[in-house]
């Protein structure tokens, strides 16, 4: 494995995946600074107190001072609110990354506001938990999970390869798509699936069923109890790619209606067998990885 | 806890859940003898090597000698093509239940073809795993769990109780439905949730996004690996709760693309967060039980 190549990381917003990143840095070995900034005192202070952050600020700038890495782990609307600031910083700028759930508008305003835009690497590190806080951030969150990086004909190639290294380095694989492709991905295997666990759970406890539901529709509903703020950002910010998703799995449910209706068991069964199958050999070679 | 009102059960089916019923009763303590029956000696030699059952059959007669009760847990299509068999057991008809998916078609059959129709209990345990087959069947597979029961006016209010009787023995907690909401009620929170689960698989890797999908993508599609064979019957015995479910969902998605679309975040959010502290409620209400 090889090493981290920053020294003195700043992490803005220290919940779930900001506290996750700064433990998982100390379990792969790293021997540098970690450093926290959150709106809250009491957030820093979980968030020094488990580990996952050195010292803690409220203060941007004071918490930039001598970083080499910034993560941005706050939801999307905060990363928004936070460019300009960074723009800002009195010393030269660092390298920037970001934890967002949406791309496509986070790396056009990064390009658009930062001092030096090449220096700023779009990443989607692919983990999250249905729960929030540094309490329950966890070291292996990342581990063996993918990280999307979204670089532009901007990007300087140097500060991307640092910033994969980066992520390679807390367990993570790294997968290139443009922005909008992430975004579209994101939708299709997050942001839509999130939108209809939503939708399931409402449905059957307005028009009943939840009294005699069991272990699978509490899976299958799980991530509904994500946080309302962060959710909320991602379903403003990639509209475009979730109404398209939508409309996919409209069309999809159509044809699944239509082969319930005509009582098409035989297509039905082959429909169900291969996702069986192939949703096996893909969790195994996850399990594997 | 009261006892168990049976001494001769004989398990027809001795997959994950007729096996589990096996390993369930030993586990509360139960003493009497349990028989099962599964069309492979394979099959009856694992679940006897599990402790799931004291002895195993291929031939219905033979293992339904002295039963007083008989539970049926094949897929659904199996539980219709044994009842007619069910009615040629030469002695006395001992008490009936099953663990069928739904319920109008079998209680239905059970009712139109059984010599004693009312020592049939229609009954839907809502348990269950992605996995098939003894080898995975545990004895705390019940335990919590709501089991609805769907008596008719033929049922025998006896042999209801010492049916409700059996499922609280390992466990079980009993929701009284008629057969017709039962069925609706298992496609809102059982069978549509597992076609969606099923569609949004089948998008992501037909369209693309399987390769950046994480552990959110993994729970709420883990019923997809279930047995096709077994949900191919629900699909068909079902259908007409099916289809209206999938209308109520298809109502649902369009509203929620509607708050998407016109960028309502403050209603999006409210949603949100309604579902997530509910559901909360509901994980915290069920873990409690």
Redesign the interface.
Known sequence: MSDCPFSHITIVGTGLIGGSIGLALREAGYTGRIIGVARKQTTLDVAIQRGCIDEGYQDLTTACQRADLVILCTPVSGILAILPELAKLPDEQPIITDAGSTKATIVQAAEGVLRSPELFVGS?P????EKTGPGVSRGNLFQG??C?ITPTQTTDPEAQARVEQFWQFIGMHI?H?TAEE?D???A???H??????????????R???????????????????????L??DI??EN?ES??D??D???Q??AQ??G???K?K?DE??A??????N???T??KR?TQS
């Open positions: 989607h692919m983990a999250g938990a999970m993918p999307i997968v798509l992430a579209h991905s994101a299709r295997i997050s839509v699936p999130h939108a209809v666990a939503v939708l399931l759970f409402e449905m059957a406890e028009l009943g069923g939840l009294d005699v539901s069991s272990t699978g529709f509490a899976d299958v509903t799980r991530i509904a109890s994500g946080d309302a703020d959710w909320a379903f403003m509209k979730i109404v998703v939508i996919e799995l409209d999809t449910i699944f209606r082969l319930v209706v009582g068991r039905l069964r429909l169900l067998d291969q996702v069986k192939h949703r096996d893909w969790i996850r």
